[in-house]
């Protein structure tokens, strides 16, 4: 099966799983999910989501938060990990929007990347999440999943990975899909333990699920053997015990 027609069958499976999809990263305006994504490098978005409350309750506005010191931000926002270099790039960013944008966030590629702390991921988020164009967001679930599934072929740049599904994801699909990889990744396609192929919508045409029942039927064999042998050993005791 070509990749194109991989990621067409993707698509529909995954609308049909998660029809109803959005941003897990709470806003409501496009310079506090600035201020989230950034917070959000190697933190979950729930903790985000519970710290920017405090942040946003004491500085209300761009100019507000632009004004203030990075060590004031870096002392609300440290639960998220990494305060002082979160810190220092929002209070630039924050600046910056204030000085060059007239603290408007501007709704061109080019020009978010040039903020503090946004990359290509957070500029597609905002792109695709704010301004309703297309974007493909190569987070942690995206990477992982697209290789899995068999999207790209073992490749973790985030760049590669979203120049390729480029190719095979129709612009007005990229930032939904991304949104119910994460969905998908961190219900049924996870990272940390088994991934639950039986719930999986995927698997008839996941590259990788063959692999993982191969590994799941072995794992389970190895366990049988374990418990056969420990059951025969326990047999064997109780025997000596018994002529003793």
Same mark, same amino acid.
């Given at each position: 099966?070509?990749?194109? #027609? +991989?990621?067409?069958? !993707?698509?529909?499976? %995954?609308? =049909?799983? /998660? $029809?109803?999809?959005?941003?897990?990263?709470?806003?409501?305006?496009?310079?506090?999910?600035?201020?989230?994504?950034?917070?959000?490098?190697?933190?979950?978005? #729930? +903790?985000?989501?519970? !710290?920017?409350?405090? %942040?946003? =309750?004491? /500085? $209300?506005?761009?100019?507000?938060?632009?004004?203030?010191?990075?060590?004031?931000?870096?002392?609300?926002?440290?639960?998220?990990?990494?305060?002082?270099?979160?810190? +220092?790039?929002?209070?630039?960013?924050?600046?910056?929007?204030?000085?060059?944008?007239?603290?408007?966030?501007?709704?061109?590629?080019?020009?978010?990347?040039?903020?503090?702390?946004?990359?290509?991921?957070?500029?597609?988020?905002?792109?695709?999440?704010?301004?309703?164009?297309?974007?493909?967001?190569?987070?942690?679930?995206?990477?992982?999943?697209?290789?899995?599934?068999?999207?790209?072929?073992?490749?973790?740049?985030?760049?590669?990975?979203?120049?390729?599904?480029?190719?095979?994801?129709?612009?007005?699909?990229?930032?939904?899909?991304?949104?119910?990889?994460?969905?998908?990744?961190?219900?049924?396609?996870?990272?940390?333990?088994?991934?639950?192929?039986?719930?999986?919508?995927?698997?008839?045409?996941?590259?990788?699920?063959?692999?993982?029942?191969?590994?799941?039927?072995?794992?389970?064999?190895?366990?049988?053997?374990?418990?056969?042998?420990?059951?025969?050993?326990?047999?064997?005791?109780?025997?000596?015990?018994?002529?003793?």
């Amino acid at each position: 099966m070509r990749k194109k #027609e +991989r990621a067409a069958i !993707v698509i529909e499976r %995954l609308k =049909e799983a /998660y $029809p109803d999809v959005e941003c897990t990263l709470e806003y409501d305006d496009a310079w506090k999910l600035l201020v989230s994504v950034r917070l959000a490098a190697q933190c979950t978005d #729930e +903790r985000v989501n519970v !710290v920017v409350q405090g %942040l946003y =309750e004491k /500085y $209300p506005g761009i100019r507000e938060l632009a004004a203030a010191e990075p060590e004031d931000i870096e002392a609300i926002v440290k639960p998220c990990g990494l305060g002082h270099s979160k810190a +220092r790039d929002i209070s630039k960013a924050m600046r910056m929007l204030r000085d060059e944008y007239d603290c408007k966030v501007p709704d061109d590629f080019d020009e978010l990347m040039k903020l503090p702390g946004i990359g290509r991921k957070s500029a597609n988020l905002v792109m695709g999440d704010v301004f309703g164009k297309p974007a493909i967001v190569t987070d942690t679930h995206c990477i992982r999943l697209c290789n899995r599934i068999g999207l790209v072929d073992d490749e973790k740049d985030p760049k590669k990975v979203e120049m390729a599904l480029w190719k095979i994801i129709p612009p007005e699909e990229g930032n939904d899909f991304c949104h119910r990889l994460v969905y998908h990744g961190r219900e049924v396609c996870t990272a940390r333990t088994t991934p639950y192929c039986d719930k999986c919508v995927l698997r008839d045409v996941c590259k990788e699920y063959p692999k993982l029942e191969k590994l799941k039927t072995q794992k389970a064999k190895r366990a049988q053997a374990a418990k056969t042998t420990a059951a025969n050993k326990g047999k064997s005791a109780k025997q000596k015990k018994e002529k003793k």
